[in-house]
């Protein structure tokens, strides 16, 4: 059972920069993809970045290309979100995800195809 604990969010004005962390508790194969969702009250959970473990292939949402990047450390277990120029509208709990994405349906973007999930971090933009 892999764990996915994620640090780094907080509060910030608009234009601001955080940059969130996901730690894993265990190494994971490299067909699993590894990233960030967020959901804001009210709204369903959307994909924001995820990387490819083994490649280190990404994908963004548009609403965050230019803005945000996506790296990791498997030395270390860890994803990186490092989120630039952040807007109100960027407000959220982001939540970490791990998943081999192995039924046909999946897409990178597909919540039920993520197998493992953090607690989340609150990110906070304000005007």
């Known amino acids: 059972q892999v764990q996915l604990v994620e640090s780094g969010g907080g509060s910030v004005q608009a234009g601001g920069s955080l940059r969130l962390s996901c730690a894993r508790s265990?190494?994971?194969?490299?067909?699993?993809?590894i990233g960030w969702f967020r959901q804001a009250p009210g709204k369903e959970r959307e994909g924001v970045a995820i990387i490819y473990t083994g490649g280190g292939t990404s994908y963004y949402a548009d609403s965050v290309k230019g803005r945000f990047t996506i790296s990791q450390d498997n030395a270390k277990n860890t994803v990186f979100l490092q989120m630039n120029n952040l807007k109100p509208e960027d407000t959220a709990m982001y939540y970490c995800a791990a998943g081999r994405l192995s039924q046909t349906f999946c897409r990178v973007f597909t919540t039920t195809c993520y197998n493992y999930w953090g607690q989340g971090t609150q990110v906070t933009v304000s005007s």
């Open positions: 265990e190494h994971t194969d490299s067909s699993y993809l």
